[in-house]
């Protein structure tokens, strides 16, 4: 605003602006001196507005402590005069659209943002199906040039409050559903099988990558800096995938994150299935009591994903299509934790065999 520089400020106070959000900042060692202080100064700024005919709204002005342990609920008169209005304390406000706290935790952004999350890719999931409907490359799209825009903005503001373990489940609830449309898993499958089927850092891991990307655009850190700092993300993804109790079958088929990420997998609905164990296999069914036995078609024990990939004798032709790949690429069979990522000839030969056998069953 043209001439608010007029307005004379000492050391203790500091005045923002963006547009028409100005934000008033003053410090001082008690806090009536502080009131005092806000107090003068929003007196200089009703008269500076005067002067330009221009006016402040006291109702919808906003105050909060960030430091000292004052608890909301006390009032600063919003100017110096006596029928001034008084402008009340609040627990958090929200100013150029990130919510603060006085703690600086952010946790009540967070909660907005997953609010504001869950129609987008709820809305777009009823359009998708393992065959028809947004196909994966879309909802991807959708997921970098969308969903992740809206969480990421002021990234650099609130990024520290994503080390909260709740801040930390919160935006892993927000990520399950583009994570599901990214790779056709089913519903069941834990966020933590998502992140490593799809190949995405986990929410809050990534909003502090994006935090870094930034420092670098803006030269505040080297690109050498910045690939450690990824690197430092993965490491920390790595531990969190490893000390969960879930997705043991995606651990054996994806174990290095590291690789993972770095390796471009096309996805699909039958892929999906073999990556997490989590589809059409009875003894998965069968713990939803969708069929009434667990048991192979084969008459070999239950149908597990493990039976399915490597010993049903249903789909041994397939098999032996995928055993030849792998033998060719270096890999024995039984196959080794990771050994399907290990080449792009052996992962195609992984989605061949996927939609090969669980097309092909005759039970099916």
């Known amino acids: 605003m043209t001439g608010i520089d007029e307005i004379r400020l000492d050391s203790t106070a500091t005045i923002v602006m963006y547009a028409d959000d100005i934000a008033l900042l003053v410090g001082a060692a008690r806090p009536q001196t502080a009131f005092k202080r806000i107090e003068g100064y929003l007196e200089s700024l009703k008269s500076w507005a005067k002067e330009y005919e221009l006016q402040f709204s006291p109702a919808k002005s906003q105050m909060l402590s960030l430091k000292g342990g004052l608890k909301p609920g006390y009032t600063v008169s919003f100017g110096t005069s ?3 209005p008084r402008i009340k304390a609040e627990s958090s406000i929200k100013y150029l659209g990130v919510i603060m706290d006085p703690r600086r935790s952010y946790w009540k952004h967070i909660v907005s943002l997953k609010k504001k999350s869950e ?5 777009l999931r009823t359009m998708t199906s393992a065959n028809w409907g947004m196909g994966r490359i879309a909802a991807k799209i959708i997921y970098e040039a ?6 990421m903005y002021a990234a650099e503001i609130w990024s520290d409050g994503c080390h909260l373990g709740k801040a930390i489940r919160a935006l892993g609830s927000m990520q399950r559903a583009p994570l599901l449309a990214i790779t056709s898993c ?7 099988c998502l992140t490593a089927v799809a190949g995405v850092l986990p929410l809050d891991l990534e909003v502090r990558r994006k935090d ?16 450690e700092d990824v690197n430092k993300l993965i490491r920390a993804w790595q531990a969190r995938y490893d000390a969960q109790d879930k997705g043991q079958w995606t651990k054996y088929m994806i174990p290095d994150l590291t690789q993972r990420y770095k390796l471009p997998l096309k996805l699909d609905h039958y892929t999906s299935q073999l990556l997490t164990g989590h589809g059409d296999f009875n003894s998965k069914l069968h713990g939803f009591k969708l069929v009434p036995s667990p048991n192979c078609a084969c ?8 039976h399915v990939l490597l010993a049903c004798p249903r789909t041994q032709e397939f098999r032996n299509e995928l055993i030849t790949i792998m033998v060719e690429e270096g890999e024995a069979w039984l196959p080794r934790s990771g050994a399907f ?3 792009r000839k052996t992962y195609k030969a992984l989605r061949s065999y996927s939609k090969k056998s669980l097309c092909n069953r005759t039970d099916r």
């Open 186 to 192: 089913y519903r069941t499958a834990s966020t933590n």
């Open 82 to 84: 006596l029928n001034a």
């Open 212 to 227: 870094s990307k930034r420092r670098l655009k803006i030269g505040e850190t080297t690109q050498l800096a910045y690939e």
């Open 341 to 343: 990522l290990k080449t």
């Open 146 to 151: 969308v969903f992740l825009p809206r969480i």
């Open 299 to 306: 008459g070999n024990g239950a149908e597990t994903v493990r």
């Open 119 to 123: 129609g987008l890719y709820g809305r």
